[in-house]
Nanobody, 116 residues
Framework: QVQLVESGGGLVQPGGSLRLSCAAS????????MDWYRQAPGNQREFVAS???????NYADSVKGRFTISRDNAKVTVYLQMNSLKPEDTAVYYC??????????WGQGTQVTVSS
């Protein structure tokens, strides 16, 4: 079992920045990758960014150049630095933990609202 705790969401004006955190605990030795997804009201959950155990990263086109995913291996924590935020970035942001056996654990989500 893996437990995930997300933090860092909030209200920010357009053009502003936020940093989300996702701390993993439990059977973290099974890590393959950690990802960020988001879900806006009325929309399906969509991929935002990922980082593998080896450090390879991938981003959705909509956030490339504005968001950066990183990790702290010692704390088994992944971060999402979000800059130049737009109203369309408003969503609940979820992190997930993918294991080497293909299982996926999800966090509880954190709300990000971009509004003036």
């Amino acid at each position: 079992q893996v437990q995930l705790v997300e933090s860092g969401g909030g209200l920010v004006q357009p053009g502003g920045s936020l940093r989300l955190s996702c701390a993993a605990s439990g059977s973290v030795g099974s890590l393959y990758a950690m990802d960020w997804y988001r879900q806006a009201p009325g929309n399906q959950r969509e991929f935002v960014a990922s980082i593998t155990r080896g450090g390879s990263t991938n981003y959705a086109d909509s956030v490339k150049g504005r968001f950066t995913i990183s990790r702290d291996n010692a704390k088994v924590t992944v971060y999402l630095q979000m800059n130049s935020l737009k109203p369309e970035d408003t969503a609940v942001y979820y992190c997930d933990f993918r294991t080497t056996s293909g299982y996926q654990y999800w966090g509880q989500g954190t709300q990000v609202t971009v509004s003036s």
